[in-house]
């Protein structure tokens, strides 16, 4: 793992595939690390330049106790500007999607395409607090608590801003066994700007239980 300070704390990230090659980044859900992106870092070193950080509070990052989405996002633009990436491919799942549109909405010109695979919307929600459980954490728990108001009750400029998106997207959707609501995602891929709605009905981790079919999405929309 290389790292690289961002906003004042030690960003962990793990980076793969030609110098030269174009960038790409992969952004991880909650609870989650660079670890969860192995295959498809090894799917797509051949093309691209892998950048695949572990946001705030997650594996080898640091665990300030202070966290939203707009720090997530801020530390991921950061990053870029660390390694002096001016424009990026930019793959988020889950909590990592919504870093991503967020990035997306805010700085247009930073991000080329953009794929969210099966994020949550930002539209106002009724989720109960999630039980914290026993034993070690692999995460800091205080991601949790620190974005589940916003969750809930998500800026209503974020659902506004989607139209600021300008990288062609692709939203994967992960079906009926997901927990996240389709009808949100049909909902947001109407609202930005050029983007594709794929349904592959793998559940939540797409990437994970249908990996053959998420890499074929993902490497044919990015191609």
């Known amino acids: 793992m290389d790292e690289a ?3 004042g704390i030690r960003l962990a990230y793990r980076a793969a ?20 992106w192995e295959h498809v870092i090894a799917a797509c070193a051949d093309d691209w330049r892998v950048y695949v950080p572990d946001l705030r509070g997650h594996g ?27 424009r990026v491919a930019l793959v988020g799942h889950s909590l990592g999607g919504v870093v991503g549109y967020l990035l997306a909405e805010e700085h247009p010109d930073r991000i080329s395409a953009l794929v969210l695979e099966d994020p949550p919307a930002p ?7 999630p039980v914290r459980p026993d034993g070690p954490e692999t995460f800091d728990w205080g991601v949790v608590t620190g974005t589940f108001r916003q969750r809930n009750d998500p800026d209503p400029a974020w659902w506004a801003n989607l ?15 997901s ?5 949100t995602l049909a909902e947001m891929a109407a609202r930005i700007p050029g983007c594709r709605l794929v349904t592959i009905g793998a559940g939540h981790e797409v990437h994970v ?3 053959d079919e998420f890499l074929a999405a993902l490497t044919a929309f990015l191609s």
């Not at 030609?18 to 690390?33: I, M, R, S, T």
């Not at 990052?61 to 990436?85: H, I, N, Q, T």
């Not at 539209?123 to 607090?129: C, D, I, Q, V």
């Not at 927990?179 to 009808?183: F, G, L």
């Open 5 to 7: 300070t961002v906003n």
């Open 17 to 36: 595939g030609n110098p030269d090659a174009p960038p790409l980044v992969l952004l991880h859900a909650l609870g989650e690390d660079s670890t969860s």
């Open 60 to 86: 080898r990052s640091d665990w300030p106790g202070e966290y939203s989405f707009e720090r997530m996002r801020d530390d991921v633009l950061g990053l870029l500007d660390a390694l002096g990436l001016a």
């Open 123 to 129: 539209l106002p929600a009724n989720r109960e607090m």
């Open 163 to 177: 139209t600021a998106i300008t990288a062609r997207t692709l939203i994967i959707a992960g079906g009926t066994a």
């Open 179 to 183: 927990h996240i609501p389709q009808d």
């Open 209 to 211: 239980t249908r990996p």
